[in-house]
């Protein structure tokens, strides 16, 4: 299993260009497997990435995730062959649906057949990122031509899947899925089955699983407190539909209950318990609490 180091780029030195460039080198100078970012409200992910990529050398680059509803697929695979380009072949494009209140309350456009949506972007954004001709005409979309980014190599592309309908579309239409908010219980018994069978029975590839996870060193005096402070700040992520249906099946009240928390022992004990079930690659979002520092050196140690 590869161990990345997921930026968000929402607040801290990691919103400018200067400080996410030095994180990245320095996770790269770490030796972990991939660098993620999210893709917010502050720089555009793939444009920073791209920016990364000319000031790194070895490690991977993915979005985690990147909304498909306000670029056309075309254009996302143009964007996301320039990204590769620039990184030399070492980019991952996530994307993802979003969720309603973004797509309709902030761009005001419509959310309406989210699967359908999705199963439309795909069959133009998959083979365009692999460098193929797209010729396809939709309800939603239409796309005829084909990305030519000379330096680009095809560009692997995952999905954001939590429900049946989207587990299956990342399994015979992309190269596998990416999560969040999804913890071991709803991995091993939802998703990996899922997507594993799906990817079979169409006689694909066996799909990638990046699990995204909240993931912090806590001395066993700040545990509560720190659980306390882990649900205030992740409190939108329990609010958001998909999100929260995938903590009533884990089972859990709030973020904190997929969050992998605890002491070296804890942390380590969740992340064999990752490589055992079947995750292809762990994408740590690195909590604002405990020591930053402590997290990176242990999370390093388990490559």
Partial sequence: MKIGINSG?????ETTFAGLV??????????????????????????????VGQQTKTIQLGTAVVPSYPRHPLTMAQQAATTNAASNGRFHLGIGLSHRPIIEGMLGMSYDKPAKHMREYLSILNPA?????????????????????????????LVAALGDVMIKLAATMADGTITW????????????????????DAGRPEPRIVAGVPTAIIPAGDKEASITRIEKGMKMYGQLDSYRSMLDKEGVAGPSGVANIGDETE????????????????????????????TVEFLASEL
């Fill in 22 to 51: 030095e994180r990245a080198q320095q996770m790269e100078a770490h030796g972990f497997d991939c660098f993620w970012m999210a893709n917010m409200f502050g720089l555009d992910a793939m444009t920073a990435l791209a920016v």
């Fill in 129 to 157: 990122a692999k460098n193929e001709k797209v010729n396809f005409s939709g309800d939603q979309y239409t796309a005829r031509g084909r990305i030519t980014v000379t330096d680009s190599k095809p560009v692997p592309v």
């Fill in 9 to 13: 780029a929402a607040s801290g030195p």
């Fill in 181 to 200: 908010m999804t913890g071991l219980k709803t991995l091993e018994d939802h998703i990996i089955p899922k997507i594993r069978k799906a990817a079979a």
């Fill in 267 to 294: 942390l380590r004990k969740y992340i064999q318990r990752l490589r055992d079930i079947g995750v292809t690659d762990l994408n740590c979002a690195i909590l604002g609490v405990g020591d930053h520092d402590t």
